[in-house]
């Protein structure tokens, strides 16, 4: 089965400072990783995501993530915070042509400091 | 426009009262989910379909029961078997791993 290890529940970082946030992945076979973000009673809007090719992946609102299978990770980065960026961030991992089941982390809450 | 709509939004329960919570999806997926909320503990999957007229039950099921009578509804009861209901629920679908989420049902149990 697939898990998601995320650290640190509550990040805090700086208005136009780096956001740096951690996922580490287990899983048996080549994973499908996510990103997903969570505003304050809305639900998960999809970031980002990687399944083949390129390991650098590009989402929206100028974050990125890099799949590294040699360290099992899957960390997302946005190189200066926005005050919109204040949210919750989950990473999921999942399987091809599974049934579909993403393993979730336990997520972490962005506070953004002006 | 397309999308998943869960409905209410929020909902208040007495003890010993089952309540259904609506999920309807336009997307035309054929999987379909339910994830239940907690603050600190991520989504945790309640259960899951795959298909019309089946579904598995995910990691959390005790307590909760569902249908899949139609490609587009996915309705979930929490029971009075549930002994700690209130929490945020969440209904998604899914196309090649990707899940798409509805905007959430917030219940309280009173």
């Known amino acids: 089965a697939q898990s998601v290890t995320q650290l640190g529940s509550h990040v805090s970082v700086s208005e136009g400072a780096l956001v740096l946030l951690r996922c580490n992945y287990s899983s048996s076979v080549p994973p499908y990783l996510f990103w997903y973000v969570q505003y304050p009673n809305q639900g998960l809007q999809l970031l980002l995501k990687?399944?083949?090719?390129?390991?650098l992946v590009k989402g929206i609102n100028g974050f990125e993530a890099e799949f590294k299978k040699s360290e099992t990770s899957f960390h997302l980065t946005n190189p200066s915070a926005h005050m919109s960026d204040a949210a919750e961030y989950f990473c999921?991992?999942?399987?091809?042509?599974?049934?579909?089941?993403?393993?979730f982390g336990k997520g972490n809450q962005v506070v953004v400091i002006p | 426009d397309g999308g998943i709509t869960q409905s209410p939004k929020y909902l208040f329960r007495k003890e010993g009262q089952n309540v259904t919570l609506s999920c309807e999806q336009n997307l035309n997926h054929d999987a379909m989910y339910w994830y239940r909320q907690d603050p600190g503990q991520g989504l945790r999957l309640i259960y899951y379909s795959q298909i019309v007229n089946d579904f598995q039950k995910g990691d959390i099921a005790e307590g909760y029961s569902v249908s899949r009578e139609k490609k587009e509804s996915f309705p979930l009861t929490v029971t009075s078997a549930q002994k700690n209901p209130t929490a945020f629920y969440l209904c998604?679908?899914?196309?090649?791993?990707?899940?798409?989420f509805g905007e959430g049902s917030r219940l309280t149990v009173l």
């Open positions: 999921a991992v999942g399987i091809p042509y599974g049934n579909n089941r993403l393993a």
């Open positions: 998604a679908s899914s196309i090649v791993g990707e899940l798409f």
């Open positions: 990687y399944t083949t090719g390129a390991t």
